[in-house]
């Protein structure tokens, strides 16, 4: 029902945009769907909720629809000063809580190259969220943990990237790569193939041309090497290889969205 | 008759001593003194006494390299590591041994213990920075070495705006000499909840995105929170550069020499034991004090354990009858202290370590335990690489004494910094040589704070108020005079 109403709300501003402005510069009215899968660029504005630690909201307007969107839970959050890459999916969601059509799942990659005027919103009666751990967490060494029990079967393990960048995110990527380099270490894997994928074909978004750089590929990679290197894993048995123009997969990691699924590195461990 | 106008007389002369000392008079421990290092001491203090535990029982120190004189200066570890002073060393003591022994004491010795090597030995105003901020020049070769030793090509330059020491365009000791050093000014961190230090609770450092630094001798897992700009990775790689930069011992440490210091200062624990109302910290249900530490496992998150001073929470409700009204509402100060420190949230902003890049947003609302984390010891149980500001500018108090440097980062700005930043210390960069690195520090232990001010690693807040004053500036919190108080109280209790 909220959902409904945000999206009436979003082609009421649309239908008002378009009256006004000149027929050259006219916006055909997209309106989301539930179940769409959105991809934007935008400048993120902060609502400054309070309900305990982390439960600050980020909303970001996509500007060819109107639209406000929550996307508090993209693993990485925005930073005020610059654009945000917004890759989600609709859905019918707790609108009261930020002010936003929620995104879930909901990816957000920081633009460090386009600087945003920073905006922060007060709470305005949106309560914000309460923070929970994510359940992608790497837990303590202090914690028991499990061994693999023979026989050890050949895994292979994909490691999800923001756009654009080669670092591991906390509590969603490192999640991914330590379960890959625990189980090498675990089973004394035989072998290691590493590839790194790049997104390098361009794509349009928020009439911009995104494309991710090709030795970014290697450079994922390599960062998954230094896991190894770093975790104890030998590394005179890893092999390293790198890909552009990458495919859509279906990466866990990637929680069903299409783009967000091209960047990564999948690690094959081999028993 | 004779004895008791001799006991008269003896209590005449200790009434008027005591008159004659200032309320600490500070129980400074020389090199080479050949004391026996007892196994429990108390210490008292403005905010009440210190107390310093040392496991498994007294210790000898004759012959003992922590405590014997190595090098020319004559000076050994415990010099600048007090026992009164939580093993670290306080303003007052610098102040203290300047008005005891003058300039000749080993703690002024020029090679850091005045604001440049080559000024005029013994002038006060050459050891102003250790006299008036209990600051000790840290000389950083640059460009940086890896912790292997290697050179690293930095991704920024420095150039000295500001050099009131003038240290930094000094051709024998700064940037323009053959061998080029960046010298910074900083506070010795304590010798002391060493485990706690050394911890890992994670494998990774999320602040890098990757696994744990590794120690280059052994190539095992380190914790990365050992030094202010973590410019060495284990006890024993930070004795051989204390010895070297500290004592100007340049013979390698022996491997008998390392393990005897090595043991020491795994025993040491040091905590505050009593508030300044007397009443002991582990009183009424309270787990404060030296004891707990010694006992407890370190390195547990507090999010997912025990909550950072969580200790005092008996205190909350402090309804011991047996105790006075004072003491009960210092308790109760003390415990909504330690309950704001964990709770009290505020707006984090453009905090390298914190806003970025672990994904957590920039700003993001969180409190004093979100980096704070440890349990018992409120260091952080990842690698504490964190810009506070303390150091940099815009956010850093002003700071006239000290040097500035302008960072220019050649490659990717700083992301909260831009391209240029001014600094008085650049901190983590000045070992990694990164332009992202500039301005953070380590976190460090809160434990025993109420012996050893000033705080912040440059000195910067001179009381525990001050600190909480700069949190308040730098974040633009609001904490209220009452929510101030529980603060200080709070750490003074440490």
């Not at chain 2, 901190?427 to 460090?444: E, F, K, M, N, S």
Request: hydrophobic share 35%.
């Amino acid at each position: 029902m909220q959902g409904r109403f945000w999206r009436f709300v979003a082609a009421a501003v649309l239908v008002n945009v378009a009256v006004a402005a000149p027929a050259e510069q006219q916006i055909k009215p997209v309106v989301e769907q539930v179940g769409e899968e959105v991809r934007f660029i935008t400048c993120p504005i902060y609502r400054d909720t309070d309900a305990g630690r982390k439960s600050g909201c980020w909303l970001g307007d996509r500007r060819e629809t109107g639209t406000r969107f929550d996307i508090t839970g993209s693993p990485t959050k925005p930073d005020w000063n610059h654009a945000v890459l917004v890759e989600g999916r609709v859905v019918e969601g707790d609108t009261q809580q930020c002010g936003g059509v929620l995104l879930e799942p909901v990816r957000v990659s920081v633009l460090h190259d386009q600087n945003c005027t920073r905006h922060m919103l007060p709470a305005e009666g949106f309560t914000g969220r309460r923070f929970s751990l994510p359940t992608r967490n790497i837990r303590p060494l202090y914690e028991p943990r499990e061994l693999p029990k023979p026989p050890y079967q050949e895994k292979s393990f994909d490691i999800p990237f923001d756009f654009g960048r080669d670092y591991i995110v906390y509590q969603l990527s490192d999640y991914y790569i330590d379960k890959a380099v625990k189980y090498a270490i675990d089973i004394d894997a035989s072998r290691v193939e590493i590839t790194g994928y790049a997104a390098t074909t361009p794509t349009t978004v928020s009439g911009q041309t995104l494309r991710e750089p090709a030795e970014l590929a290697l450079r994922r990679a390599e960062v998954a090497r230094e896991w190894l290197r770093r975790m104890g894993y030998p590394l005179d048995r890893v092999k390293i290889r790198a890909q552009t123009k990458a495919k859509v997969s279906d990466m866990e990691g990637a929680d069903g969205l299409t783009e967000p699924s091209r960047r990564r590195v999948t690690l094959r461990v081999i028993p | 008759m004779q004895g008791v106008v001799v006991r008269a007389l003896l209590t005449v002369m200790v009434v008027t001593m005591a008159l004659a000392m200032p309320a600490y008079a500070r129980d400074w421990w020389g090199a080479g003194e050949g004391r026996v290092f007892p196994a429990v001491a108390d210490f008292p203090n403005e905010h009440g006494t210190l107390r310093v535990l040392l496991q498994d029982g007294p210790l000898d120190t004759r012959g003992h390299p922590f405590f014997e004189p190595l090098g020319p200066h004559g000076r050994a570890c415990v010099t600048c590591h007090q026992p009164a002073d939580a093993m670290s060393l306080s303003l007052a003591s610098i102040r203290q041994q300047w008005q005891t022994a003058g300039a000749r004491d080993p703690l002024f010795a020029p090679i850091d213990g005045a604001n440049c090597p080559d000024l005029p030995h013994g002038e006060r105003d050459s050891h102003s920075l250790l006299l008036d901020h209990g600051l000790f020049r840290i000389a950083r070769p640059w460009p940086p070495r890896d912790h292997a030793g290697k050179a690293i090509k930095p991704d920024f330059d420095v150039d000295v705006i500001h050099d009131p020491t003038g240290c930094n365009l000094s051709p024998r000791w700064g940037l323009p000499s053959d061998d080029p050093h960046v010298s910074v000014y900083r506070r010795p961190r304590p010798v002391a909840n060493l485990k706690y230090v050394l911890a890992m609770g994670f494998a990774i450092d999320g602040k890098r995105g990757l696994p744990l630094p590794l120690d280059p001798d052994t190539g095992k897992p380190v914790s990365g929170n050992l030094m202010a700009d973590s410019r060495v990775l284990t006890l024993k790689a930070q004795m051989h550069d204390a010895a070297r930069s500290h004592l100007g011992f340049f013979e390698r440490l022996t491997p008998a020499q390392i393990e005897r210091i090595n043991d020491f200062e795994m025993r040491v624990f040091t905590a505050q034991q009593q508030n300044r109302l007397g009443d002991s910290l582990d009183a009424g249900g309270a787990e404060g004090g030296p004891a707990k530490l010694a006992d407890s496992e370190p390195g547990r998150l507090g999010s997912q354990g025990i909550g950072v001073w969580s200790e005092f929470a008996p205190w909350e409700r402090a309804d011991d009858s047996s105790v006075t009204p004072e003491r009960r509402a210092l308790r109760e100060s003390i415990a909504r202290g330690a309950r704001s420190f964990r709770e009290r949230t505020f707006l984090i902003a453009d905090s390298r370590g914190v806003n970025s890049p672990m994904g957590f947003g920039n700003p993001m609302r969180d409190r004093c335990a979100l980096c704070h984390n440890m349990s018992q010891m409120g260091m952080d149980v990842a690698p504490g690489q964190v810009d506070l500001g303390t150091t940099t500018q815009p956010f850093a108090d002003q700071q006239p004494h000290l040097p500035l440097f302008r960072i220019t980062c050649k490659g990717e700005p700083h992301p909260h910094y831009g391209r240029v930043i001014h600094t008085h210390d650049p901190g983590y960069a000045l070992t990694t040589g990164r332009c992202a690195d500039v301005g953070r520090i380590t976190l460090q232990s809160l434990r025993g704070l109420a012996a050893r001010a000033p705080y912040f690693v440059n000195g910067t807040a001179s009381t525990l108020r001050e600190v909480v004053e700069y949190y308040d500036r730098r974040y633009s919190i609001g904490y209220t005079e009452q929510e101030i108080e529980d603060l200080v109280n709070l750490m003074s209790a440490l």
